[in-house]
């Protein structure tokens, strides 16, 4: 018997070793974040305080008068920011990328429209209290996967369940534009070929065809028969949705481009375009965001500028282009998205500029500016406390943050980790 109970208390020992910690409460009391050095997020700093009152932003800089029961962090030293958004995400969709029981981010077949990956997001994933120690609250739970992957959610990264962490439902339709050539790899000679796709045109026509039929079926008053995938393309029409278009070639993109004003599709977004440079005054004239991706990787041909990845988020600035920044190399690598963004700002990009591209340029290309994005009265009060830069790997060390007003526990499985095998071999912090 007390075999048993000694088994028992091991066991739930180390499953409490392993339990994420619990979602913030709701705020029951005022809080003043006060001497700060604010990051706005819009590219302004200033210093002064923030009061939070019910989840949300109601006073920022000098606040003459304060609520009872106020309370106050003294943030003198430190700076504030936005929490920073990150789009095109698989995170709470995948938990270890080796087994193939926890990934939910792509479905079979290659047209799937009406799926909806927040419904999947894991809010128990011992993966997002990782990101949320170095400023990442927000994320945009994306599908993957065929031509049409289906529709993304955004999250905050704190809920009980994906209802609970959802901050904007069906933000986005995700299509993943049709490769005009191939590329094959020859494992015996180690060399790679491109051939044409010979499928592209028909692929092409397959996009054209089921938003031209969503089109009529969205005119239709009570339809006879129900059809989800042509029912999941509808908000396009009205707005509700943007067309998320994942592309990289620069002849792809003239395509691309080509096909959203041919079927009238109201708030594009164009994903990726790695060969953006090529025709960047087409992209300028169309006026559609673009969320580029990692700074930190190649050029795509031999005669780009080595530095090309990292200079791209200012050119595209400079030339009035609205940009935005992801990092889904890898679903766990969300972490290096302040970074990321901090490398741009090495090249060519003023360092608020770079803060904004994560932040408030983020949250207007997702259409969720209105509520986050900015540390701005009536925002939502999702924010965070860092000692150092936040964009800066050397310096970044959030200490304190608030999704919705709730304080979030930053403790995570890397730290008790960390900390675990410090006090195990008797070593100093």
Aim: aromatic share 8%.
């Amino acid at each position: 018997m007390k075999l048993k109970y000694i088994s028992f208390l091991m066991f739930f020992a180390l499953t409490a070793l392993g339990q994420n910690p619990a979602p913030g409460s709701k705020q029951t009391e005022p809080i003043i974040i006060e001497n700060a050095e604010i990051h706005v997020g819009n590219g302004t700093v200033i210093n002064g305080s923030i009061l939070i009152q019910n989840g949300l932003i109601t006073q920022v800089g000098n606040i003459p008068a304060e609520p009872i029961g106020t309370l106050h962090i003294d943030a003198r030293g430190k700076k504030v920011y936005p929490g920073f958004i990150s789009p095109n995400s698989q995170l709470g969709l995948i938990e270890v990328e080796a087994v193939r029981t926890t990934i939910d981010a792509n479905e079979l077949g290659n047209m799937n429209p009406s799926v909806r990956a927040q419904i999947a997001h894991n809010t128990d994933s011992e993966v997002i209290p990782t990101v949320r120690g170095n400023g990442v609250l927000i994320g945009q739970t994306t599908p993957v996967g065929g031509m049409v992957s289906g529709r993304s959610g955004v999250m905050n990264y704190d809920g009980w369940n994906w209802e609970d962490a959802l901050l904007k439902s069906e933000d986005g339709l995700w299509i993943n534009w049709p490769a005009m050539r191939r590329s094959s790899y020859d494992r015996a000679t180690s060399t790679r070929t491109l051939r044409d796709n010979e499928n592209y045109f028909s692929d092409v026509n397959n996009l054209k065809k089921l938003f031209t039929d969503s089109k009529a079926y969205s005119a239709l008053t009570n339809p006879t028969n129900v059809n989800q995938n042509l029912g999941a393309v509808e908000a396009l029409w009205s707005g509700d949705m943007r067309l998320y278009i994942n592309v990289n070639n620069a002849k792809e993109i003239i395509a691309a481009i080509n096909f959203v004003k041919e079927m009238e599709v109201k708030y594009p977004v164009l994903v990726g375009v790695e060969e953006c440079l090529a025709v960047l005054d087409l992209i300028k004239e169309s006026k559609i965001p673009v969320l580029l991706p990692t700074t930190h990787r190649l050029p795509n041909t031999a005669d780009e500028d080595i530095w090309e990845p990292y200079k791209m988020p200012g050119i595209l600035m400079k030339e009035g282009i609205m940009i935005g920044l992801y990092y889904n190399e890898s679903f766990w690598r969300t972490r290096n998205l302040p970074f990321v963004a901090g490398t741009a700002a090495a090249h060519g990009l003023g360092k608020e500029e770079a803060v904004q591209l994560i932040t408030l340029n983020n949250a207007k290309i997702l259409g969720i500016d209105k509520m986050v994005g900015s540390i701005e009265v009536g925002k939502q009060a999702t924010l965070f406390i860092s000692e150092g830069d936040a964009l800066d790997m050397s310096t970044s060390k959030v200490t304190q943050a608030w999704i919705q007003g709730r304080t979030i526990d930053l403790d995570d499985k890397q730290k008790r980790l960390y900390n675990k095998y410090l006090e195990k071999y008797e070593l100093k912090k």
